[in-house]
């Protein structure tokens, strides 16, 4: 059976390398307590977002789909002093849940929680100072949206990753759910917009099959949005 293989190698490299300390398991078993969904990043995923975050020298981070703050968390751990992230959730009781194990982890004073539809609150960013990261993982039929306004509070060098990418595979499919078409069409954008140079991967785990994206942003004066 592939998938527990996945999983008992998961298992593995979390032991050996990513190790997650006792405040990143303390997320993940609070945001189950309280009853929201099992769908965060792994471990893994999550530190590869705080290297990413530290590899950029990113100050000012922006997600979208904050659930209990477990990606978040790994965000935040990497800011420098100074540093903000900023973090949009549509369902307010997901966001109370992600306040309480953020301050529970001593990162409250970095985030900002933005609560609503997260195209309702991200026009309010644009007067703010632009973003070096995003992390994209809210509801899918919108990451189109979301990868143009990543675009838009960015600068030259900002990095963007999109989750979710392949979907058990389903992302081939061109007549697929709402969240496979919403998925193709941020893909294609990250794959064809001038200012943007990508790439995905597929990814295996406990958590089965599926993927994320990674685009940095480009140096293209004259070339605005989409
Ligand atoms: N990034 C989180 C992590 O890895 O720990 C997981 C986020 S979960 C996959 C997706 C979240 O997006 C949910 O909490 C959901 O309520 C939120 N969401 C759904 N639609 C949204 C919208 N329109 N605006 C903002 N957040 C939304």
Known sequence: DPAAQWELVEEYLDSRVVQPDAAAKAIVA??????L????VSAAQGKLLMLLARISG????LEIGTLGGFSTAWLARALPDGGELVTCEYEPRHAEVARANL???GLLDRVTIRIGAALDTLPDLVDE??????????DKVNNPAYVDWALRLSRPGSVIVVDNVVRGGSVVDPEGDEAVQGTRAALDILGSHPRLEGTALQTVGRKGWD???????????????R
């Open 30 to 35: 609070s945001t189950g307590a309280a009853g």
């Open 37 to 40: 969904p099992p769908i965060e």
């Open 58 to 61: 990113a100050r000012r981070i």
């Open 103 to 105: 301050a529970a982890a």
């Open 129 to 138: 100072d632009p973003f070096d990261l995003f992390f994209i993982d809210a």
């Open 211 to 225: 993927g994320f994206a990674l685009a940095l942003v480009l140096d293209l004066p004259g070339v605005q949005g």
